[in-house]
C-alpha cells in the first residue's frame, strides 16, 4: 500500500486523474479494454472535474458501480444519475458503457440482475476490475460496507444487496470484499479535515474498519491532501 499526499483538494484531482489515465491506458494497451469501477460522494467531484481533461481512448472504457443507491435514475441519490449529468457530456463517454441497476426493483433482484451483467461484461464470473475507485465515509465505510454490518462477512456474493443502510437511502446494492480485493488497482481519494481523524484510525492506528479492510492483492493507493493527512 502506498500513501501519496498532496497540498489540496485541486492537487488531488491532478495526480487523482493522472493516476487513472496511466491505468487506464495500460488496461486498453495489455487487454484491449478498461473496466473502471465508480463511486458515489466526494468522487463524482473530483472524477467529473479531473477526467475529462486526460488523453484516453474512451471508447474503450467499461464502467461499473462499486455500489448503487436503489433509486430510479433521475433522482439525486443515484450514483449513475450523477455521472449522466456531469460527466458523460463532458467526455466522448456514452450512456451504454456504464452498467447500470436495474430499476423499479428490490435491492435482492437489482444485486442478482447487477451480478448477471458483470457476468457478461466480463464473460466470467470471477470480475477482475483495472481499478476500483473508493470513497470513505466519516464513519470509516466505503462502498455501502458500513461498521459492525453482516456484510462485512460476506464471501459467497460479488455483489450483495442490503436494506438497512445506516446512511440514507436505505436500499442499496455493493461489491463484496471477494471482488474489491481482486482488482488490479484500488486508489482512495480523501480530503479535508473533516476526514483527518478517520484516516489516522484507518491508516496509522490500522483499526478495523470496513476501509481497512481493502486489502489488495494488486496496488492500493491512498491519495490524501494535507488537511485529511493532518494527523498522519
Known amino acids: 500500500m502506498t500513501t501519496v499526499?498532496?497540498?489540496?483538494?485541486?492537487?488531488?484531482?491532478?495526480?487523482?486523474?493522472s493516476y487513472v489515465e496511466k491505468i487506464a491506458n495500460d488496461s486498453i494497451h495489455n487487454r484491449g479494454k478498461?473496466?473502471?469501477?465508480?463511486s458515489g460522494g466526494s468522487l463524482v467531484k473530483y472524477l467529473c472535474e479531473?477526467?475529462?481533461?486526460?488523453?484516453?481512448?474512451?471508447?474503450?472504457?467499461?464502467?461499473?458501480?462499486?455500489?448503487e443507491r436503489v433509486v430510479p435514475e433521475d433522482s439525486e441519490d443515484s450514483t449513475f444519475g450523477t455521472?449522466?449529468?456531469?460527466?458523460?457530456?463532458k467526455t466522448e463517454l456514452t450512456k451504454d458503457q456504464f452498467i447500470v441497476i436495474k430499476q423499479a426493483v428490490s435491492a435482492e433482484e437489482a444485486a442478482k440482475?447487477?451480478?448477471?451483467?458483470?457476468?457478461?461484461?466480463?464473460?466470467s464470473n470471477n470480475f477482475k476490475f483495472d481499478l476500483l475507485l473508493l470513497g470513505?465515509?466519516?464513519d470509516g465505510h466505503t462502498c455501502s460496507l458500513f461498521p459492525g454490518h453482516p456484510l462485512l462477512e460476506e464471501t459467497v456474493l460479488k455483489i450483495a444487496p442490503i436494506t438497512d443502510s445506516p446512511k440514507p437511502p436505505p436500499s442499496r446494492v455493493t461489491m463484496t470484499y471477494p471482488v474489491i480485493?481482486?482488482?488490479?488497482?484500488?486508489?482512495?481519494?480523501?480530503?479535508?479535515?473533516?476526514?483527518?481523524?478517520?484516516?489516522?484510525r484507518i491508516l496509522k492506528n490500522k483499526e478495523d474498519?470496513?476501509?481497512?479492510?481493502?486489502?489488495?492483492?494488486?496496488?492500493?493507493?491512498?491519495?490524501?491532501?494535507?488537511a485529511a493527512a493532518e494527523y498522519l
Open 5 to 17: 499526499k498532496v497540498a489540496n483538494e485541486q492537487e488531488l484531482i491532478k495526480k487523482l486523474s
Open 34 to 38: 478498461f473496466f473502471v469501477g465508480l
Open 50 to 67: 479531473g477526467l475529462p481533461g486526460i488523453n484516453t481512448d474512451w471508447s474503450k472504457w467499461v464502467l461499473a458501480f462499486c455500489d
Open 83 to 89: 455521472y449522466n449529468r456531469q460527466l458523460i457530456p
Open 113 to 123: 440482475d447487477y451480478t448477471e451483467k458483470l457476468t457478461a461484461s466480463f464473460k
Open 136 to 138: 470513505m465515509g466519516p
Open 181 to 200: 480485493n481482486s482488482a488490479r488497482n484500488c486508489i482512495f481519494a480523501i480530503s479535508g479535515a473533516g476526514k483527518a481523524e478517520m484516516i489516522k
Open 209 to 226: 474498519l470496513p476501509a481497512t479492510r481493502v486489502k489488495l492483492e494488486g496496488s492500493l493507493c491512498w491519495i490524501v491532501d494535507n
